[in-house]
């Protein structure tokens, strides 16, 4: 077997991130029963609470605490990693914008493989493990296999690895602050800007209509808006749309954007990438119209239209009104 | 300023639809549009804006065979000033450590003040930039989407982060950043534009002018490997609704009624 299995937990405000947990289910699958190490950094005020938090799931928690920690500065956390993690470490990180910050580099310190992004565990065969990974913003998946003999660094992807039974581990905390070691970093954080509120606040619609880039021009967002209208809904959007300025940040759904809560999603021309869906909560009814019959946003969606939306849209829109 | 951008020509996911070979070890590759990764656009177009207003030069970056030299070309036209092709039968099959090997033989055989990588490209791992910013011991940020000069020692990024918040730190240069999507409005580039740099030489650098041993990138040195292809299971999947398109939105209409979709 390779090395000791640890997972970085990222918390905000005394309250450990979901992905703790998932990280400790991630674990299992790869070796089921193994004791694995949770490592918590931070400074001052809830870091107790984030610690005791990490100790219902894993066996036992080093807590690293350091003023040069205060906020997870990837460059930091990657220095005190190298400074005392084993060499042939194991280790799981989320992959949001954390874990993509600190995952590749810290790979290469260590001198151990890194594997991105992971949906699934296949099966460890010796120290080669085989794992399921998404190419083409989810269009297709690949089996993966890496090396770990010598450590590994995992990024796996928020979400996916739900604990069936969580809690009740009972683990200890270990403060092991007096071993950081030296902290010194090149890029300094300096604040969080807030995202801007727009005119609309999609988080409280409980009918969304959202765009993507099937709507292929600035002037064919008035199709949803037409369609929304219609409905009583409000219009979102993904990624590219705003990417594109063809709509305000404030209607972008997603990881990136704003997480959603609505009871009925109609996605016009979205291939459901992960980072879209990662904005959709509650589970509703979504309702998926894409010209391309292997868009990833079917697999999710509780009802499905193969059509082009410039040209499913407007019908749908007037025999609405027509119904009304 | 001397910025390096790394690019990489991909499919285009928004002109293809991606498929699996029959026997799973590729994607189907006949009659596939390809462009350069969308992320590195961003990166050139930032690199442009940011020589404009500081000066310096622009260097664009690939690895892969000719075809990736046509990418190149394609940046360099947006305006770009030189370009750059590290292509050797020895570096097919690198996994992504591989690849930054590579790039990191290239970055120090010139003098770059600041490196610019796509946040990600069509394999969606998003790694290159990190490990590179890690092999030559400089700072990274992932994810960037502003940047302002604040001098010649250091920049003030701003990095998308979840909900929609940017974080903002300041970096000493030489760095290593991945650029978010959306960061500014790349150019367009036009049949004239392209007409212009149709004949300029791009240096094509092997792994004896990279001075690498062949065991240290390309399949050989790959720790990573990607075993096949396959769909991805498609769970319960969405029920299709099938019919002229005047009775789909029909039914539709009778489910969206029924949820509370239309009010």
């Known amino acids: 077997m390779a090395g000791q299995v640890f997972a970085y937990i990222t918390h905000k405000e005394g309250k450990a991130d979901d992905s703790a947990v998932e990280m400790a289910t991630a674990a299992g699958k790869i070796y089921p029963g193994a004791a694995v190490t949770a490592i918590v950094t931070g400074s001052g005020a ?10 219902k799931f894993y066996k036992e928690v080093w807590k690293f605490e350091n003023e040069a920690l205060a906020y997870p500065n990837a460059e930091a956390i990657r220095k005190l990693l190298v400074n005392v993690l084993p060499p042939d470490a194991v280790v799981i990180l989320p992959h949001d914008t954390f874990g993509m910050d600190l995952g590749p580099g810290l790979s ?16 460890l065969a010796g120290d080669t493990l085989k794992v399921i990974r998404q190419e083409f913003s989810g269009q297709v998946s690949t089996h993966t296999t890496c090396d770990i003999s010598a450590g590994a660094v995992i990024n796996i992807r928020p979400g996916i690895f739900q604990a069936e039974e969580a809690g009740g581990v009972g683990g200890q905390v270990v403060d092991k602050s007096a071993e950081v070691g030296e902290l010194a970093v090149g890029r300094r954080f300096l604040e969080i800007v807030a995202a801007e509120v727009g005119d609309v606040d999609i988080t409280k619609e409980d009918v969304l209509v959202s765009v993507g880039r099937g709507i292929e021009d600035q002037d064919n967002i008035e199709i949803a808006e037409d369609l929304a209208e219609a409905m009583g809904a409000v219009v ?40 879209h869906l990662g904005g959709l909560k509650g589970n509703p009814f979504i309702v998926a119209v894409n010209k391309n019959p292997k868009a990833p946003i079917f697999q999710v969606a509780d009802v499905g239209v193969v059509e082009d939306l410039l040209e499913f849209a407007p019908v749908l829109t007037e025999k609405i009104q027509e119904s009304k | 300023m001397e910025i390096l951008v790394c690019v990489k020509r991909v499919p285009d996911t928004a002109e293809n639809e991606i498929e699996v ?26 690199a442009i804006q940011i ?11 690939s690895v892969g065979d000719e075809d990736a030299e046509e990418v190149v070309r394609r940046e360099m036209a947006m305006g770009a000033n030189n370009g750059l092709l590290l292509s050797d039968d020895a570096f097919e099959g690198s996994d992504g450590k591989g690849i930054a090997t590579l790039l990191k033989a290239a970055v120090e055989k010139g003098n770059y003040d600041l490196i610019l990588t796509g946040a990600q490209a069509d394999d969606g791992a998003g790694q290159v930039g990190g490990m590179l910013a890690a092999m030559l011991d400089v700072p990274y940020a992932s994810v960037v989407n ?23 730190n300041e970096i000493d240069l030489p760095c290593v950043l991945s650029i978010q999507t959306g960061i500014n409005e790349p150019r367009y580039v036009g049949i004239r534009g392209i007409r212009k740099v149709a004949s300029v030489e791009i240096p094509v650098w092997g792994a004896p002018d990279l001075g690498l041993a062949a065991d240290t990138v390309g ?33 539709l209409i009778e489910l969206l009624k029924a949820k509370g979709g239309i009010k």
């Not at chain 1, 290469?108 to 099966?123: A, M, P, T």
């Not at chain 1, 016009?268 to 980072?275: A, K």
């Open chain 1, 108 to 123: 290469i310190k260590l001198d151990s493989v890194f594997i991105s992004d992971v949906v699934g565990f296949e099966e």
């Open chain 1, 236 to 275: 979102s959007c993904s990624r590219p749309i705003v990417d594109a300025k063809w709509l305000e940040k404030s209607r972008q759904v997603g990881t990136s954007g704003q997480t959603v809560k609505p009871k009925v999603y109609l996605a016009l021309g979205i291939s459901g990438s992960f980072q």
């Open chain 2, 146 to 168: 502003t940047i302002e000069v604040l001098d010649d020692k250091k920049l003030k990024v701003g990095r998308e982060i979840e909900g929609g918040n940017q974080e903002m």
């Open chain 2, 21 to 46: 070979a029959a026997d799973g070890s590729d994607i189907e590759r006949d009659d596939l549009v390809y462009s350069v990764n969308e992320w590195d656009n961003y990166a050139v177009e930032e």
């Open chain 2, 219 to 251: 399949a050989a040195g790959a720790r990573v490997k990607r075993v096949d292809y396959f769909m991805p299971e498609l769970g319960e999947g969405a029920e299709i609704l099938e019919g002229s398109m005047e009775e789909v939105a029909d039914k």
């Open chain 1, 46 to 55: 809830g870091l107790d609470a984030v610690c005791n938090e990490a100790a």
């Open chain 2, 51 to 61: 020589v404009d207003k500081a000066g310096g030069s622009v260097t664009v970056v």
